[in-house]
């Protein structure tokens, strides 16, 4: 089995960069008509990619290297997502209101 993790860490971290960078030629190729003036909403796709390899890994390994039932994965996937949605709004409102705080003193 450890094998078998191995196998699936290195595919996982290879078809997670090879995603992030068809998404990075995507944008690149599209910038003018995707991203014009919001390029700062596409800056979190890198690290959004790196927790997507986390999860996916993780998975792997919670389920001895097999995936689960579909209903169970999508179920997983769904709380992970809204877990991650809201870290990600605490997170920035508290950065804001901490930044904006202290650039005052």
Known sequence: MENEILKINILSIAVSGLLMM????????FKEHLTY???????????????AYIFAFNMFKH??????????????????????????????VIIILLVNFLKNI
């Open 22 to 29: 068809v998404v990075g030629v995507i944008l690149y190729s």
């Open 63 to 92: 389920y001895q290297c097999s995936i689960p039932e579909k209903s169970t994965m999508i179920s997983e996937i769904l709380i992970a997502t809204f877990a991650s949605t809201i870290f990600f709004l605490v997170f920035t």
């Open 37 to 51: 003036g919001s390029i700062r909403f596409f800056l979190p796709i890198p690290p959004i990619g790196v927790g």
